[in-house]
């Protein structure tokens, strides 16, 4: 079992940066491959980034390539979402994820355990 735990979310404009972090607990935090997930009000839940449980490896949407950037801290626990050039349709609620399936886990059944999310809101 991992605990998840998101910070970092909130109200900016369009243009601006923000830096979510996801703390994990529980067993060990490299046994697992992170995600971010994202979902908008009437919208399924859609990957953002993942990244494998070394770190070597990256998956990005292509709505936040270039954008968006995922990195791991195994020694910390830490999974971190810097995201820059922020757009409207970036609105949403954030979710972190771990996933012990694929090693880097793209869809919303690979990922077993999840954190409550962080909202992130983005003005015109």
């Known amino acids: 079992q991992v605990q998840l735990v998101e910070s970092g979310g909130g109200l900016v404009q369009a243009g601006d940066s923000l830096r979510l972090s996801c703390a994990a607990s529980?067993?060990?935090?490299?046994?697992?491959?992170m995600g971010w997930f994202r979902q908008a009000p009437g919208k399924e839940r859609e990957i953002v980034a993942a990244?494998?449980?070394?770190?070597?490896?990256?998956y990005y949407a292509d709505s936040v390539k270039g954008r968006f950037a995922i990195s791991g801290d195994n020694a910390k626990n830490m999974v971190i979402l810097q995201m820059n050039s922020l757009k409207p349709e970036d609105t949403a609620i954030y979710y972190c994820?771990?996933?012990?399936?694929?090693?880097?886990?793209?869809?919303?059944?690979?990922?077993?355990?999840w954190g409550q999310g962080t909202q992130v809101t983005v003005s015109s």
């Open positions: 529980g067993r060990t935090f490299s046994s697992y491959s």
């Open positions: 994820a771990a996933s012990s399936g694929p090693i880097v886990a793209v869809v919303v059944h690979d990922y077993a355990y």
């Open positions: 990244i494998s449980r070394s770190g070597t490896a990256k």
